[in-house]
């Protein structure tokens, strides 16, 4: 079965630096879009950046220019690298995948099916 777990996640002052990983197995790894997501309590999941399964990547513009996705398909594993964190980044971030276009996941998280546990990202100010 699918599975995805994410690591990673810290406390950390606003303009530091952090990398979460997504760990996955189960699947065809390359085969779905993956993406990187986040909910503070109280609002809805919003999308942060994905990737398709030709390696096209979209970002959310809140954090564009500060967070780059990236992939190690050897271990089967994506990566977040977020820097110059803002105290409005603090949210569980999540890693999910499944079989639909990037562009249209990062806007409806709800449409994909797997999904990790989340890792807590804090950034104080």
């Known amino acids: 079965r699918i599975r995805l777990v994410e690591s990673g996640g810290k406390s950390v002052p606003a303009g530091g630096s952090l990398r979460l990983s997504c760990e996955t197995s189960?699947?065809?790894?390359?085969?779905?879009?993956m993406g990187w997501f986040r909910q503070v309590p109280g609002s809805e999941r919003e999308g942060v950046a994905a990737?398709?399964?030709?390696?096209?990547?979209v970002y959310t513009d809140a954090v564009k220019g500060r967070f780059t996705l990236s992939r190690d398909n050897a271990n089967n594993t994506l990566y977040l690298q977020m820097n110059s964190l803002k105290p409005e980044d603090t949210a569980m971030y999540y890693c999910?995948?499944?079989?639909?276009?990037?562009?249209?996941?990062?806007?409806?998280?709800?449409?994909?099916?797997?999904w990790g546990q989340g890792t807590q990202v804090t950034v104080t100010s």
């Open positions: 999910a995948a499944d079989a639909y276009p990037c562009s249209m996941a990062i806007k409806t998280p709800r449409l994909l099916g797997y």
């Open positions: 990737i398709d399964n030709d390696d096209s990547l």
């Open positions: 189960g699947y065809t790894y390359n085969s779905y879009c």
